[in-house]
C-alpha cells in the first residue's frame, strides 16, 4: 500500500491551494479517507475524512475554508483549501483511515 501526497507550496495569506494524495495497492473505493496536519511541535491534528460513500466531516478549524473530495476512479482523494491563514502552515498527511498507513507528507506554507 502506497499513499502519495502532492500539491503543497507556498501561498499568500487568503490564498488557496489543492492537495491530492493517490493510493495503490487497495481497493480505495471502499475505504474512508483523511486529511491531517502537523505544525512544528505540535501535534497531528484530523482535518477531514471523507468516507466510501461520500459523508464528509470536518474539523472546526477548517469547516468552512477547506473540503475534502474523492475521485475512486483515480485512486485519489483531494483536498482543496481556501482563505488560508498563516496558521494553516503545516505538513499536511492523508491516511487510509483504520490503519496505520500514512503518505510522506507535503509542506504547506501561508505567508506574505
Known amino acids: 500500500v502506497q499513499l502519495v501526497e502532492s500539491g503543497g507550496g507556498l501561498v499568500q495569506p487568503g490564498g488557496s491551494l489543492t492537495l491530492s494524495c493517490t493510493v495503490s495497492?487497495?481497493?480505495?473505493?471502499?475505504?474512508?479517507m483523511g486529511w491531517y496536519r502537523q505544525a512544528p511541535g505540535k501535534q497531528r491534528d484530523l482535518l477531514a475524512i471523507i468516507t466510501s460513500s461520500g459523508s464528509t466531516d470536518y474539523a472546526d478549524s477548517v469547516k468552512g475554508r477547506f473540503t475534502i473530495s474523492r475521485d475512486n476512479a483515480k485512486n485519489t482523494v483531494y483536498l482543496q483549501m481556501n482563505s488560508l491563514k498563516p496558521e494553516d502552515t503545516a505538513v499536511y498527511y492523508c491516511?487510509?483511515?483504520?490503519?496505520?498507513?500514512w503518505g510522506q507528507g507535503t509542506q504547506v506554507t501561508v505567508s506574505s
Open positions: 495497492g487497495i481497493i480505495f473505493r471502499i475505504y474512508s
Open positions: 491516511r487510509l483511515e483504520g490503519s496505520s498507513r
